[in-house]
């Protein structure tokens, strides 16, 4: 029996996804558990795999739709079942099952491509494809449809009625109708398809001209590349925008010497490697000294929801990963429980995870602090945008030798600048101050990490 396949709930916020592109197209083969398309959700991207073996029999949204959670968007049976797509049109995941028994016809019924509806007049189509298939002599019901849902668009009548002298599917009729390309010159090459209409659409282009040559008004510069603001990108610029936009940022920077942590890393690197087998780094250092300070200061593991500050029980600590899609922020669950190996075994997977495009939703959800470092880039000073509905988030700047005061006398120690910007609606200066404190006093003293 068909499995109707429907956009999926990728977290408890989503209320919609973006399908990036998909990894099978109609007729290819696929098996449970193996990549069907990449979806966007209102975190990141995922690759989403197959509930079900068979073969992709339809494909009811396209790469850049946006579609409801529990809405169908494709279809996967065996190669020669009957599939009545029209009978899914975007009925949610409730209905999905009475749908998916829509799409076995019962052995009484004659076996035909698209099981016909009971009068034509109850087909899913536009007027123009009803008045387009009046006018051709066209039986609208035996038509498979390849606009939304399954209606029936002119095109698909379109393609039908040029059949047998020119074969294309319902797809590569519509494009061809949108393209202004010649079905009849394609017609040699066998049935035509959605890709052949594009290569014959692309090979008429004309090439387009240097960006420097293009027209463009009389003092403006010119356009050497323009990048979609789309996926990853945009859903990070809306992230921001509605974190600056609605929760009021402060930002506290306090300068820590990191002498003594640098000379504990140096001495764990070759042991934690040895007895573990990872390679211990400050990053991992941070995250357990910060899961240690959270436990004192909860108003900065909470979170702001609705009327309700909600202190977390749980330091679940984010680590910003610049990915080559855009910024992703896995999580540590529990880091407090953790210990330094453990922290640094996990925070190295799910960062390969992430630069590989290959993070789940598990791997993201569920943060309560974050932490971003970009000191490896020289910064010594920012703030950074608070990840909603987070109420603080720590920015890490380079460590840098530096002359200071040590007892009265004028010394070089490593010295770092911690930058922690705050959510004012949940906590003021005082709470903030007093957390980076704690975290100073951790990190000066780091065996007290290890505790």
């Not at 079905?183 to 066998?190: T, V």
Request: hydrophobic fraction near 45%.
């Amino acid at each position: 029996m068909a499995h109707v396949f429907t956009m999926p709930m990728l977290g408890n916020t989503m209320e919609e996804g973006t399908i990036v592109q998909w990894f099978k197209q109609v007729g290819d083969p696929v098996k449970k558990g193996e990549p069907l398309l990449e979806v966007m959700s209102d975190k990141a991207n995922f690759e989403v795999e197959s509930e079900a073996d068979g073969i992709v029999r339809a494909i009811l949204a396209e790469a850049d739709a946006t579609v409801a959670v529990h809405v169908p968007i494709a279809v996967i049976g065996t190669a020669d079942e009957p599939i009545d797509v029209s009978a899914l049109g975007s009925s949610p995941a409730p209905d999905a099952a009475p749908a998916a028994a829509a799409a076995q016809p019962s052995a009484s019924q004659a076996p035909a491509p698209v099981a016909a509806a009971s009068a034509a007049s109850s087909v899913a189509a536009s007027p123009r494809a009803r008045k387009l298939a009046a006018e051709k002599g066209v039986d609208i019901a035996s038509l498979t449809g390849s606009g939304p849902g399954g209606r029936i668009v002119a095109a698909d009548v379109t393609a039908q009625a040029a059949q047998p002298a020119v074969k294309a599917t319902p797809l590569a009729a519509k494009l061809a109708d949108d393209l202004g390309v010649k079905l009849d010159a394609l017609a040699a090459q066998g049935k035509v398809t959605a890709d052949d209409v594009r290569r014959a659409a692309d090979a008429a282009k004309p090439a387009p001209p240097a960006p420097s040559a293009a027209p463009r008004p009389a003092g403006e510069p010119a356009v050497a590349e323009v990048i979609p603001f789309r996926g990853l990108r945009k859903l990070t610029a809306d992230t921001v925008t509605r974190s600056r936009m609605t929760a009021p940022h402060i930002c506290l920077n306090m300068e820590v010497d990191m002498t003594a942590a640098k000379a504990l890393h140096g001495k764990l690197v070759p042991q934690v490697q040895e007895t573990f087998g990872v390679k211990l780094t400050i990053t991992d250092l941070l995250v357990r000294a910060v899961a240690k300070a959270l436990a004192k200061h909860p108003l900065c593991n909470a979170a702001l929801i609705g009327d309700e500050i909600r202190l977390y029980g749980d330091r679940n600590i984010g680590v910003a990963v610049a990915a080559p899609s855009g910024l992703v922020v896995p999580v540590i669950r529990q880091a407090d429980t953790l210990s330094l190996p453990e922290i640094s075994a996990q925070l190295k997977a799910l960062v390969q995870r992430c630069r590989d495009g290959k993070q789940t939703q598990d791997d993201i959800a569920g943060g309560t602090f974050t932490i971003t470092n970009i000191g490896m880039f020289g910064v010594d000073s920012f703030d950074p945008i608070i990840v909603p509905p987070q109420s603080c988030i720590l920015g890490v700047c380079r460590v840098a030798e530096k002359p200071v005061v040590v007892d009265g006398q004028i010394v070089v120690r490593s010295m770092m600048n911690l930058c922690l910007s705050i959510d004012h609606r949940v906590l003021d200066g005082v709470p903030g101050a007093q957390f980076l404190q704690t975290l100073k006093g951790l990190l000066e003293e780091p065996l007290m990490i290890l505790l």
